[in-house]
């Protein structure tokens, strides 16, 4: 019987998460954990723990009582924040990895979870349909970790043959929990602030391309990659992951097709040049040939759900 912990379960990929491997494995088969308690959020309608992910000693008691055999590590500091605070960016995204790897060997965990990101990614990489074994340069501590994050997950599977899966997600777009701290947040805060205001400043410039998808893809994309056949998998630190590539212009450009009086303007910050150090878009030929990877969701469909979803209700918790 498969039964999972999940941590940093209330952030944004966790939360849909969490909701999608409770119907798929059972609620009382999935352990969610945060560092702190979340307010309102599904997360807590089943089993929910308080964790902090580098406190390996209270990882190994939840693993042992709740007797687990899956990892979903999500705990994370995003690309902008960890520019601010390297040092804790660094130990946070390094040394929980390590706790969860280091326990599963010890605990006899089947399989492990971790995300990966186009950060991963810098100079010299082509920017272009960036390719799963381009060159790895990448100009930020979170780029860094996430860099060497894949090598540590590849070295536990070849040494110790812990079964570790893992994506490099793109920006990732949803509304029922909000990104923090990342680089490609502008294209989720967009949506709520063309509802409420009708006008959104953008933090990068009008003409800077970045892989996105559709948080749905996304679950999709996790589910499938852990449910895949083991035999199938080449690649062991972090598979190429596509969905849609886009500018803030052609994301405002669609938003106006929809909201016609929709303002944008452009006010660039920090943030610029991190984004400006990621590939525009990515090939993902080993997802799609080894376990048949298809994303289902184009802008135009995401801009047509982002706006249905961010309802009034929506907006008003945004702007709590
Ligand atoms: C970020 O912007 O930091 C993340 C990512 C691309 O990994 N969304």
């Not at 010299?124 to 074994?133: L, M, P, R």
């Not at 860094?144 to 793109?170: H, M, Q, T």
Request: aromatic share 12%; charged share 25%; net charge positive.
């Amino acid at each position: 019987m498969t039964r999972i912990l999940i941590t940093g379960a209330a952030g944004q990929i966790g939360t849909e998460l969490t909701i999608a491997l409770r119907k798929k494995y059972g609620a009382k088969n999935v352990l969610a954990t945060d560092i702190k308690e979340p307010k309102d959020s599904p997360v807590t309608d089943g089993a929910f723990e308080l964790l902090d992910a580098l406190d390996a000693k209270q990882m190994c008691k939840y693993i042992r009582d709740y007797k687990i055999n899956h990892i979903y590590h999500l705990s994370a500091m995003l690309s902008a924040t960890a520019e601010q605070y390297p040092r804790k960016g660094w130990d946070l995204n390094m040394l929980s990895l390590l706790n969860v790897l280091e326990l599963s060997r010890e605990e006899g965990i089947k399989r492990v979870f971790w995300p990966s990101s186009i950060a991963v990614f810098g100079k010299g990489a082509k920017k272009v349909k960036c390719e799963q074994y381009e060159v790895q340069k990448p100009a930020t501590v979170y780029g860094i970790s996430k860099s060497a994050g894949e090598l540590w997950c590849n070295y536990y599977f070849e040494k110790y043959g812990i079964d570790v899966r893992s994506l490099r997600y793109p920006g990732l777009i949803s509304y029922k929990t909000l990104p923090g701290g990342g680089t490609t947040d502008y294209a989720v805060d967009i949506f709520f602030k063309a509802v409420a205001e009708r006008k959104y400043t953008c933090y990068l410039k009008e003409g800077t391309r970045l892989p996105m998808m559709y948080m749905d893809d996304a679950i999709r994309a996790t589910l499938e990659l852990m449910e895949a056949n083991k035999n199938k998998l080449s690649v062991r630190t972090s598979y190429n992951l596509s969905g849609v590539d886009f500018t803030p212009a052609a994301l405002a450009a669609s938003i106006r097709e929809r909201i016609g009086e929709f303002e944008m303007s452009y006010a660039p910050d920090f943030r610029q040049a991190i984004a400006e150090s990621w590939p525009g878009s990515i090939d993902d030929y080993y997802a799609q040939k080894e376990w048949n990877w298809k994303p289902k969701y184009n802008l135009e469909r995401i801009t047509k759900e982002m706006l249905t979803e961010v309802s009034s209700q929506r907006v008003n918790e945004y702007y709590l």
